[in-house]
């Protein structure tokens, strides 16, 4: 299409890594069994590393190539957002056909062949250190639902539910890269609806959650806010999330105080982080928020209309005997307060975030079955089978394996901006 700029890689037209993409991770190879910095172009890896070393940076006017000798993220992403946009945009255009730099890449053999790597070579790491890791409650729909399962929907959501976003401090260094197994989590549950006196066991109600991520880029020091209208400047960029929680351990033990080891044990996320700039085309409109909720504090007071992102996201079941199945479709719009908003709230008390914190949405639903992000909500806490191919599930086995997907495309045919997957099976407990 007239417009559109094609590299001259090629890339596949659904390659979540487009053109339009340049999302960053962390890589090892086999040869190469250092962590360093790289981006997904299509079917390839760019390492970083070699390329900063290799001259690949002379022409780009970024000086700061040292940060690409680290093994994560980190140092880049404190850079912040200006330093995030001209390394994206210089690899955009080394990358596109026609581009103004076709000798750094395209007509470097030398360079293309130690620093373009086939994805399948690459083994990818946590992209960033992080150093504390908040879950929010943003999406409204699940909170609903889990608030009627668990309450009844007289008292489905609490009064300050429309007021803040609310959100709970998780356990940072239990997230681990996709592919990651996750052992069942042992923990204090009732054996049945009429007792009264706990037993430890394995989680029998073992579960996902479907979320989107975003890591800090700069943070803010002690004391001070960060403002609504410039919190989107404090993002370096978002990954799928799983956040796996054990539904009885958290129906114990939530009262008085919310999820604690029934959340702390595993935290899955995908390998490479899209950038804010790459979102931008795809932003919609929130949730609306009921009239009779009031207006929201100044401080969390938008200027602008469209906050949040519109991306497909897909949640794929595959059994421990071998059925698969797409179990829910949703968008990442069906949130109610933006993440430019869970920045401001987070900081109004005067906490400060650091490069690196992980700030998450919580769980992602739609409005129907086929839409919801987590087994809770599907099964109806237990009570409701559903089905996979010849298997029937309510929460998830052992060997069972949870795989999301993401991606956002205007279809234009730019290509999608997309996050890979982030994917996990589940081990038996050695209990």
């Not at 009262?255 to 931008?280: C, H, M, Q, R, Y």
């Not at 400060?352 to 809770?376: K, M, P, Q, W």
Request: aromatic share 10%; glycine share 8%.
């Amino acid at each position: 299409m007239t417009g559109i700029r094609q590299s001259w890689l090629d890339i596949p037209a659904n390659s979540h890594f487009s053109l339009r993409n340049i999302p960053f991770g962390i890589i090892s190879t086999r040869s190469n069994p250092r962590h360093r910095p790289a981006i997904a172009i299509g079917n390839y890896a760019l390492d970083l590393l070699e390329f900063s070393r290799s001259g690949g940076f002379e022409k780009s006017g970024f000086t700061n190539i040292s940060v690409f000798e680290s093994s994560t993220l980190n140092a880049f992403a404190a850079l912040g957002r200006e330093a995030h946009r001209l390394v994206r945009s210089y690899i955009q255009a080394i990358l596109t056909a026609g581009g103004q730099f076709p000798d750094i890449l395209e007509q470097n053999n030398m360079l293309r062949e130690l620093a373009l790597l086939p994805l399948f070579s690459v083994q990818n790491h946590l992209p960033l250190e992080i150093g504390d890791y908040t879950d929010f409650y943003v999406g409204r729909n699940h909170a609903y639902n889990c608030g009627i399962i668990f309450r009844g929907p007289e008292n489905a959501l609490n009064l300050n539910y429309y007021h803040m976003p609310v959100g709970y401090h998780g356990r940072a260094s239990s997230i681990v890269i996709s592919g990651t197994p996750i052992k069942r989590p042992v923990g204090q549950i009732l054996p049945d609806p009429t007792a009264t006196v706990p037993v430890l066991e394995p989680s029998r109600r073992l579960d996902y959650e479907l979320e989107l991520a975003a890591f800090i880029a700069t943070g803010n020091n002690m004391g001070e806010r960060i403002n609504v209208d410039d919190a989107e400047e404090h993002i370096f960029g978002y990954v799928l999330m799983n956040d796996w929680s054990a539904r009885d351990v958290q129906a114990w033990e939530y009262i008085p105080l919310g999820p604690f080891t029934a959340k702390n044990f595993g935290t899955s996320i995908s390998a490479w982080v899209v950038t804010p700039d790459a979102l931008e085309p795809y932003k919609t409109r929130p949730l609306q928020r009921p009239a009779e909720a009031g207006v929201l504090l100044p401080y969390l007071q938008e200027k602008k209309q469209e906050t949040v992102y519109d991306i497909k996201l897909q949640v794929e079941y595959q059994t421990a005997e071998g059925d698969k199945a797409v179990i829910a479709n949703v968008s990442t719009q069906y949130l109610l307060f933006s993440f430019a908003q869970m920045i401001a709230h987070h900081t109004v008390t005067g906490a400060n975030l650091r490069s690196g914190d992980l700030i998450a949405s919580g769980t992602i639903s739609g409005e129907d079955s086929h839409s919801y992000g987590s087994l809770l909500e599907k099964s109806q806490a237990g009570k409701v089978q559903f089905i996979i191919g010849q298997s029937t599930r309510t929460f998830l086995r052992d060997g069972d394996t949870v795989t999301f997907t993401g991606a956002a495309d205007d279809s234009s045919g730019a290509g999608l901006v997309g996050f890979g997957e982030v994917t996990g099976s589940i081990l038996k407990s050695d209990f």
